[in-house]
């Protein structure tokens, strides 16, 4: 897994193609890219190994599309990076970005790698645009294949245990986006303890639950965007600032009725 290059997927590309190509380049969103990736990566800094591992494997990359993503932090927690996607323009941008990246184009549901290639897997919200929870177990069950005995699963996941997520789920894609409060398909999800069932039931021990961006992310997201507007650094600092006070709630007893993602550490069996 040396180098730079893309590989033919199946999957629906298609799909995915017209949602994400046209936000590629996007004059607004930057700020709360920004703020998602540095809520991200600080869980994963905790999460991964401190010493690097061999082979490492990020089931999308449009983090890395849209921005800088999580790839500064994973190449240096890993001997190599790979990483997949359906979309060609998102692997296309990401690998701009990213040179060293080992970019596939490919369906996580359809791994083509070996059985026990990775030392480590990071999921990134990737799972929660199926059409279904039976697309999520399938997926579950490939991720386990894909990593060796003991290796780590880093798992993120829209949370259905908040009420605003909740509501989302149920309005049509339509409505939303005319709303622009979603600019691509959103699909099935679970809430933590169900979705410690389904890891259990792929072979996964749950090391860790956890709870993360509990900023409220309509409004935050409008206040991004209006902070890019005026154009000046110190209105883009204080939005990190005050958004990143949000994530105190994580320790709070109500962190899964406020955080937008359950966060999810898992060992292969």
Known sequence: MEGNRILSAAGEPQRWESALEPLLGAPTGALWRLHSDAVN???LARWLPAEPCANLLKTDLY??????GLYPLLSTRAARVAALDVAPSVLVAATARHPALLAVAADVRRLPFASGAFDVVVSNS???HFDTRDDILESLRGIHQVLRRGGRLLLTMDNLANPAVALRNVLPFRLLRRLKLVDYPIGATAGP??????????GF???ETVALLHCPRALSVALARRCERRGTQQARAEFQRAALRWE???RW???YLTGYFV????RKR
Do not use: F, Q
């Open 248 to 250: 105190r709630l994580a």
């Open 63 to 68: 983090d890395e599309a849209m921005g800088s």
């Open 263 to 266: 966060g999810i550490d898992a």
């Open 205 to 207: 021990e749950v090391l």
């Open 253 to 255: 007893p109500t962190r």
């Open 126 to 128: 990737t799972l929660d």
């Open 193 to 202: 303890a169900r979705l410690r069932r389904m890891l259990a039931a792929a």
């Open 41 to 43: 990566a600080t869980l």
